[in-house]
């Protein structure tokens, strides 16, 4: 049993943690193709700028016109961005400091330095250093407080929330990142010619971390059937949307079964559902029905985080926020 | 000072120096420490501490300030006390604690005090801490003050006194432990020819000392919480930190919910009881039904429990009373009358400004006192009239003036003075220092305290809250 405001707060920090990974990973892959083809390159926007920005919730649209490449890849790292990395690093901050008391010292320790570290990055670094240097921070980071998640704390219900927030938020994104570029990669099969095609599908696996595991595992050449089916079918690859679902499922059952939710809780019948409607689908290629599939996979997700919204997580009203921290602020503590 | 480059800045100058009697002449428990400190260059030393401030940012150890969280200061070199010293403050703080303790318990029921003249019935009836509410409540365990952090400084003649009590929601504790933790990690070496007294089983004396809250049926195994105001308030840290240390939920108002004549936490699998609140909540904020009713931190119903004996709150509601600094005054005489013996420790001479002797003297001599709200903290509304402008010293003479009963005045006390490493060497600088005494069954003081340092020059205001820091305090051993 746990508080429902900390169960919450377990919830975002795996949900903000790995929100923050994708998007930087994400970011450095467009940004490697950006220098490589050129900002105006056609396949560089449309297949990793675009899916960055509807990612991070900055626009689905064409990037910024700039001319600098750090210049394009500031929205998704600002601070005043509410999806950019650093505002995803930082809240993921704040909902460990609010159960600092439960957190292994190490992950607290880790997430708290993680955010020190990348709210450091300004504008001036960025061109310093690079994106690159950006990104491989926050890659690190997240895959450190994951590591520190899974070894150091308790299997319980805290670390299940955890696990369940940084599962489905990769199911969702795995999904959205496959379907915004699949979508465009199909759209520009015909016009730009299999050599663009193979960049935009190695984008996509590297995007998706998935690169090497697939020409490890699947094949030498990459096509886009095989890597469509590996990225939403490869259970035993932790980057698939399959993966992700079958974490959702896991973490919510020993949930369950654990009192946290309800037995009959609609989230893990969600779950149950995703599940099965990929083991409906059967084999999967990059065609019209993958974009349907996809639809209801992320329909699913959505259900299953309202789901648990409602049945686990208590929120202070929005309205009365500003009045509880200014009283919350005046407390003495003499 | 000759013979240690780090210590080359350094000056006494007519002060009371807690390492040294004189120039270059370090005192017989600060021998070794001295003798260390020569053998480290500043560049070691400086990279030391560059060590511990990052530690402290990484570890989010923190304070809140202006809606900013900023580390708390830390100085590497410790305040020491000789055994001896310290066993006769130990007695004096716990005399203080239980006849404050007595005082409350008599304020809200028999009124023995008041009836015999010891305390003015006046002055405890406007105190701000008085709470009506809690008139012919006896708190479970019949405890009123389960931790006080009680402000000690020492005069230019070297003399320890009581300068403050802090017998509401007293912060500092976390830092105690914190910083013999850095300490050990960050200088090992200079606890080598020192035996010093631990202090990490301070979260077991307080777990102690609320679990002495709890109804008397529940005393057993009682379910203990530590209810903060959350991340936005200066002190949540600590308010983590020791609810972790003792293995129990930190939670806020929104968490908990009041039925059936119990305190319950809400979790995603149902209620749970509640024995013990530690709360780091004022009391006007509560519980909404009896207090403050726009009170978004505390408890809907939770005073009618406490009152009825269904949950125990630490500190008890209403203590606010015992540490009003104009109450502070009668101390003295609150010892004497309660226990029947001397003060220990003295106290700070103090002027009740609604008397209108001291009223007139107080405002004739401001450029030599120290003024104090009654109900204050953190280092705020006050004057330090030596330290203020004309115009500063006209604006609280008015302000007196309209109030006289809202504030106290003391004689300004040259706080001692200890070695700070600043800019790359050794520097004196004002400390005071605040032991805890936790009260359950027993009274327990935890060894040392936290000694706070004002950084700025000349500055007496230690508060973090206005440039303070801290140091490690030793108890030899």
Redesign the interface.
């Known amino acids: 049993?746990?508080?429902?405001?900390v169960?919450l707060a377990f919830f975002s920090i795996g949900r903000d943690v790995e929100g923050a990974e994708s998007l930087a990973r994400l970011m450095e892959v467009g940004h490697a193709m950006a220098v490589e083809t050129g900002l105006a390159n056609g396949t560089a926007q449309a297949s990793v700028w675009q899916p960055v920005m509807a990612l991070s919730g900055l626009g689905g649209g064409a990037p910024p016109a700039v001319d600098a490449l750090g210049a394009l890849a500031l929205p998704v790292i600002a601070p005043e961005g509410r999806g950019g990395v650093q505002a995803r690093v930082r809240a993921a901050r704040?909902h460990a400091?609010?159960?600092?008391?439960?957190l292994p010292?190490d992950l607290?320790?880790s997430l708290?330095?993680i955010h020190?570290e990348i709210a450091d990055w300004s504008e001036e670094r960025l061109d310093q250093a690079g994106v690159y240097a950006f990104c491989r921070s926050v890659r690190r980071a997240a895959n450190l407080v994951h590591g520190v998640a899974d070894q150091m704390m308790c299997h319980d219900?805290g670390w299940q929330f955890l696990r369940l927030g940084r599962s489905l938020e990769r199911a969702a994104g795995q999904t959205r990142l496959l379907d915004a570029t699949v979508r465009a990669g199909l759209a520009a099969r015909s016009a730009t010619g299999p050599e663009a095609e193979v960049r935009a599908l190695r984008a996509l696996l590297s995007s998706a971390g998935a690169y090497y595991d697939f020409m490890r595992k699947v094949s030498v050449s990459i096509e886009p059937d095989a890597v469509a089916h590996y990225l939403v079918m490869e259970a035993r690859s932790p980057r698939s949307i399959r993966c992700a679902l079958n974490e959702v499922h896991d973490s919510l059952a020993a949930?369950a079964a654990?009192?946290?939710?309800p037995a009959g809780s609609a989230a893990l019948g969600a779950a149950r559902a995703a599940c099965g409607d990929l083991d409906a689908a059967g084999d999967v290629a990059a065609d019209a029905r993958l974009r349907a599939l996809l639809e209801t996979v992320l329909a699913r997700c959505d259900g299953i985080g309202a789901a648990i919204d409602t049945d686990?997580f208590?929120r202070?009203p929005d309205g009365?926020r500003g009045?509880?921290?200014a009283?919350?602020?005046h407390?003495?503590?003499? | 000072m000759e013979g240690n480059a780090l210590f080359a800045e350094y000056r006494i100058d007519g002060h009371f120096d807690e390492m040294f009697t004189s120039a270059g002449r370090p005192r017989p428990a600060y021998r070794d420490l001295y003798a260390g400190l020569a053998a480290t260059d500043a560049a070691t030393f400086a990279s030391r501490c560059r060590m511990a401030e990052r530690s402290y940012m990484t570890q989010g150890i923190t304070f809140s300030s202006a809606g900013r969280e900023q580390p708390f200061p830390f100085d590497l070199i410790p305040r020491l006390i000789p055994r001896d010293d310290w066993r006769l403050l130990e007695k004096g703080l716990v005399q203080r604690v239980k006849a404050l303790d007595l005082f409350l318990a008599d304020v809200y029921g028999p009124r023995r005090a008041i009836r015999d003249g010891v305390v003015p019935n006046r002055l405890v009836a406007t105190c701000p801490g008085y709470q009506r509410e809690m008139v012919g409540v006896e708190p479970a365990g019949g405890r009123w003050i389960h931790i006080a952090g009680i402000d000690l400084v020492r005069d230019r003649g070297g003399v320890w006194r009581v300068l403050e009590d802090n017998v509401r929601t007293p912060s500092g504790l976390s830092y105690v432990l914190q910083n013999r933790a850095f300490m050990k990690r960050v200088l090992p070496e200079a606890f080598a020819h020192h035996g010093v007294e631990p202090v990490d089983h301070a979260p077991l004396l307080l777990l102690d000392a609320l679990r002495a809250a709890a109804p008397p049926d529940r005393r057993d195994a009682p379910t203990v919480a530590v209810l903060t105001p959350g991340p936005y308030n200066a002190a949540y840290s600590e308010h983590a930190f020791l609810a972790r240390e003792m293995g129990v939920p930190l939670v806020q108002g929104h968490d908990l919910s009041v039925r059936d004549g119990r305190v319950w936490i809400e979790t995603t699998a149902g209620r749970r009881p509640v024995d013990v609140i530690y709360r780091r909540v004022d009391d006007a904020f509560l519980d909404p039904v009896t207090f403050r009713s726009d009170s978004l931190l505390g408890v809907a119903g939770l005073m009618q429990v406490y009152r009825e004996g269904g949950v125990g709150l630490a500190n008890a509601v209403g203590t606010g009373v015992a540490d009003d600094k104009a109450v502070y005054v009668y101390v003295p005489d609150i010892i004497r009358y309660f226990l029947e013996e001397e003060p220990i420790i003295p106290q700070v001479p103090t002027y009740l400004l609604e008397r209108p002797e001291d009223l007139e003297m107080v405002l004739d001599n401001l450029h030599r006192l120290v003024v104090k709200a009654v109900d204050g903290a953190g280092g705020y509304g006050m004057l330090i009239g030596p330290h203020a402008t004309e115009a500063e010293r006209a604006a609280f003479a008015s302000r007196i003036r309209e109030n006289p009963r809202g504030y106290i005045a003391q004689e300004t006390v040259d706080l001692s003075r200890a070695p700070v490493f600043l800019d790359g060497g050794i520097r004196a600088r004002h400390v005071d220092l605040r032991p805890f005494v936790l009260y359950g069954d027993t009274p327990a003081v935890v060894p040392g305290g936290l000694t706070r340092v004002a950084l700025r020059e000349g500055s007496l205001v230690v508060n973090s809250s206005q440039g303070g820091g801290s140091k490690d305090t030793w108890v030899l051993s």
């Open positions: 049993m746990m508080l429902a405001r169960a704040d400091n609010a159960v600092r008391d439960l010292t607290w320790e708290n330095e020190l219900e949930l654990a009192g946290a939710i686990c208590a202070s009365l009045a509880l921290h009283q919350a602020e407390q003495t503590q003499n």
